[in-house]
């Protein structure tokens, strides 16, 4: 059988991956903001921007986006372009919907990184599966993974430890040392379980 033919999915299965995958996330990154940790990637990149700028948030991210789509466009094509902006907007609507669904009167900061890490870093293994990412570094990650064979989990770690540099001056050291630990955790389940050549599907 045509491996290509093998390795594709079916429709619902990409999409019962997308809503399970944006749901992990959402739900890990509300465990984060309830100790105040800083993600990683272009949101937190972007975060940090808007601290020191005093401009929102949400202008900041999406500018900050735009060259990673005009790449993934060229290079990932525009099913998976297409797939990485419903996968953002499903995380956009979960992470303010989860809020209404769970309330977390108190949670200890060292369990919220490593269950809120885990949940954050399982949503983008399987978004990953089925060729969809959350923007940003996931683009360019998943791009030099597929192109160069350097492994997505590792290149954002990298990237994420960057901007934890950075962000030194902005939050608490032990917030700090929380957000490497969590970032550590969500890219060594990514650089573990996604690697060049293996297992990787798509319906459309």
Known sequence: MDKTAQDRHRLYEDALALVLGT???????LLYAKVTLL????AGLSLLISYASGVSFAPIFFIVNLPF???????MGWPFT???????GLVSAFSRLTQEWIEVARIAPLYA???????????????????????????????LQERFGLRAGYFQMAVDLAIMAAAWFVIPPDRL???VLGIAIVNLI?????KPGRYAGWSW
Do not use: D
């Open 23 to 29: 749901l992990f996330v959402s739900l890990g990154m």
């Open 39 to 42: 993600v990683g990637s272009l």
């Open 69 to 75: 789509y005009v790449l993934a466009v060229k290079r």
């Open 82 to 88: 297409l797939r990485t902006i419903l996968a953002v």
């Open 113 to 143: 990184t490593v269950i809120g890490g885990g949940l954050v870093g399982t949503g983008l293994l399987m978004l990953f599966r089925h060729r969809t990412s959350l923007g940003g570094i996931n683009i360019l990650a998943l791009f």
């Open 177 to 179: 040392a929380f957000s």
């Open 190 to 194: 990514i650089a573990l379980n996604h």
